[in-house]
């Protein structure tokens, strides 16, 4: 895997971080630049999109080679493409990507034939008509028309380019490569209060070996320019991929956006909106060379990840003001949609320090990111504290056994002795209970309380009422 040499030594660093502005003004950026990092294209300018004819996918050509081949005729008119194949070929068009003289590409998987309006292929002695150039009106370039061809089969198709946005046109077969945060460490220097991150990429989609599914299949050779080796897995497909930095959305004479089907290997940090706003930098040495495999481990923001003797690289690490940080990775000629990006922003730093806190504080787990080379840990951990004593616990109260249940078909007789004390032959007859008799007032008692309510019913108040009380406890 390519290492890329550090950007800078100690704080000129820094001052390279703050790059450029977004990419929706760098309009001082190529849209397209023959760097060698997007080889199959000849040109990306807009309304001119060209594929380089040397590099076309697997059984696709130039239309003219078959033409003074005499393997292909077309029609005389400038606006529409027609496409008879003779019947001394020994093959039939799948696809054709119809070139416009100020446009683009426009591409066709199906031919109107006269033997069908959605015929899969053109055969020997069948002509293909009405197909036109991407852009309304604009007449055909026979010249830079391609065809891709397989056998007379129609189980398998050759088709191995999509339509895009503005006659660009994407090859099916390239890779998913996702970058990801790797590692992150502070300053082993203190007080230094700055960061080194790690990054590295998995690969979820490589390439796929082009095998056309006819009766019976059969195997082509890859052709992307970017691609090299020969992959371990013994499949007929390339191990590494070549994608230069180039960022991920220029603009061409400030009218059209990227980053369209060209590669993208691009790095974003927030100090690039305080710099040149018609320039944007792409490079800070990050990997270029990508594997098969994937890299968990591949490049280190702002050197090489080797410590230097004393740690004066440290100096070069990205700082909190720096973020958010972003790596984007699209293979050339891949479609837009297999653009992937891993980010550093705050929020990620701050739940990485708070998992740190809590593994110093014997809080939480150790967290499972490694720690970039040559840096620490944000925090120191500790001791573990002394274990509070737990105190024994309040006995609960048991209540007492009960008796076991008897046995089935037992019985249970339980004796019981009395004893009582025989009172003497003398003491029988008080043993039963006197009668109360009944004993009323005398005559002359019943005269003297008469007299006595009579006297008391003569008083008046408080006088009357000790009268008749005292009349009331007299026999009557």
């Known amino acids: 895997m390519q290492r890329m040499k550090p950007l800078m030594a100690g704080a000129v660093v820094a001052a390279s971080l703050i790059a450029a502005s977004s990419a929706s003004a760098a309009i001082g950026n190529d849209y397209f630049r023959s760097d060698g990092g997007d080889r199959a294209v000849r040109n990306a300018a807009p309304r001119d999109f060209r594929l380089d004819h040397r590099f076309l996918e697997p059984g696709c050509f130039e239309l003219g080679r078959l033409i003074s081949d005499g393997l292909v005729d077309v029609g005389d008119d400038a606006e529409e493409l027609q496409v008879r194949v003779a019947d001394i070929a020994k093959f039939s068009v799948d696809q054709v990507l119809v070139a416009g003289e100020h446009s683009g590409y426009r591409v066709y998987d199906t031919f109107d034939t006269g033997t069908s309006a959605t015929d899969a292929d053109i055969d020997p002695n069948q002509t293909g008509t009405d197909m036109q150039a991407y852009g309304a009106g604009d007449d055909v370039d026979e010249g830079d028309t391609i065809v891709c061809i397989s056998d007379h089969e129609d189980s398998g198709q050759n088709e191995p380019y999509a339509q895009e946005p503005r006659g660009e046109v994407s090859a099916k077969n390239r890779p998913i490569i996702t970058p990801t945060i790797a590692a992150l460490g502070v300053s082993a220097l203190d007080p230094l209060n700055t960061y080194r991150v790690g990054f590295g990429y998995t690969v979820s989609d490589w390439y796929d070996e082009y095998r056309i599914m006819d009766s019976p299949p059969f195997l082509m050779d890859w052709t992307d320019p970017q691609a090299f080796g020969d992959n371990p897995d013994g499949t007929n497909t390339p191990s590494h ?174 004796e019981r002795t009395v004893i009582q004390q025989v009172p003497s032959s003398s003491s029988n007859a008080s043993t039963k209970p006197a009668k109360k008799t009944k004993k009323g007032a005398t005559k002359a008692q019943k005269a003297k309380y008469k007299k006595c309510r009579k006297a008391a019913n003569k008083k008046r108040g408080k006088a009357r009422q000790r009268a008749r009380a005292k009349c009331a406890r007299m026999p009557h």
């Open 241 to 414: 991929v070549l994608i230069k930095h180039r960022i991920a959305g220029p603009v061409f004479g400030a009218t059209s956006s990227g980053p369209g089907v060209l590669r993208v290997n691009d790095i974003d940090v927030a100090g690039e909106d305080f710099d040149d706003p018609h320039f944007e930098q792409s490079n800070y040495g990050q990997t270029e060379v990508f594997n098969a495999a994937g890299d968990p481990k591949s490049w280190c923001l702002g050197d090489n990840c080797t410590p230097a003797p004393g740690g004066s690289r440290l100096l070069t690490f990205t700082t909190q003001g720096d973020l958010p940080i972003t790596w984007s990775v699209k293979a050339s000629l891949a479609t837009p949609s297999k653009l992937r990006t891993a980010t550093l922003d705050s929020a990620f730093l701050d739940r990485w320090h708070e998992a740190w806190a809590n593994w110093c504080a014997h809080r939480g787990p150790k967290p499972s990111l490694p720690l970039a080379p040559g840096t620490n840990a944000p925090c120191t951990r500790g001791a573990a504290p002394a274990p509070v004593p737990t105190p024994a616990p309040s006995p609960v109260p048991t209540a007492a056994p009960q008796p076991a249940p008897a046995a089935p078909g037992t019985t249970t007789v339980i």
